[in-house]
Antibody
């Protein structure tokens, strides 16, 4: 059974930093591209970032480019999101999501999601 | 980045058919995927690609696309289909993802 478990969400002040983690199990982690998606309270979904199976390719939404860094450790079946220069508008539930592709192919379809970790940016 | 526009809300009588649309320029280049989200739960993939359903998704869900518009159709809506639905695609550059604005489906 595929499982994605996010952690690391806390209350942080504007301008602060935070690292989110996502522990993956139930599939061959290093075969798949992974994504972060967020959802502000009461709002819609927003794609945040993608990392390819080997970490060689990364993409970011304009809203986080230059502030967030996605990474992965395939030896630990883990995905990360380093968040710097946090703003109040970054307050959201952050989901990690598995790409459906595999084998080096990025489908940009998200077939498994975690339950999310809540990041609150507030003074 | 591109935008994907959805109607904010639609309603459907139990057992009837409802179509949800998603419009955006990037849909001329990329297929959409569709996600169902119920309150307090993570989204669930219901349709991807041309018209593919993941395992476990009922066949009353189907997808289609024409020009800059993607559609999700629920044929014979059930009470458990009441949820928010989001489309998703790449943006026109192909290097960013974009979600639609979301449609709240109410089953009467």
């Amino acid at each position: 059974e595929v499982q994605l478990v996010e952690s690391g969400g806390v209350v942080v002040q504007p301008g602060g930093s935070l690292r989110l983690s996502c522990a993956a199990s139930g599939f061959t982690f290093d075969d798949y591209t992974m994504h972060w998606v967020r959802q502000a309270p009461g709002k819609g979904l927003e794609w945040v970032s993608l990392i390819s199976w080997d970490g060689g390719s990364t993409y970011y939404a304009d809203s986080v480019k230059g502030r967030f860094t996605i990474s992965r450790d395939n030896s630990k079946n883990s995905l990360y999101l380093q968040m710097n220069s946090l703003r109040t508008e970054d307050t959201a539930l952050y989901y990690c999501a598995k790409d459906k592709g595999g084998g080096g192919y990025d489908s940009w379809y998200f077939d498994y999601w975690g339950q999310g970790t809540l990041v609150t940016v507030s003074s | 980045s591109s935008e994907l526009t959805q109607d904010p809300a639609v309603s459907v009588a139990l057992g009837q058919t409802v179509r949800i649309t998603c419009q955006g320029d990037s849909l001329r280049s990329y297929y959409a995927s569709w996600y169902q989200q119920k309150p307090g739960q993570a989204p669930v993939l219901v349709i991807y690609g041309k018209n593919n359903r993941p395992s476990g998704i009922p066949d009353r869900f189907s997808g289609s696309s024409s020009g800059n518009t993607a559609s999700l159709t629920i044929t014979g809506a059930q009470a458990e289909d009441e949820a928010d639905y989001y489309c998703n695609s790449r943006d026109s550059s192909g290097n960013q993802g974009v979600f639609g604005t979301g449609t709240k489906v109410t089953v009467l």
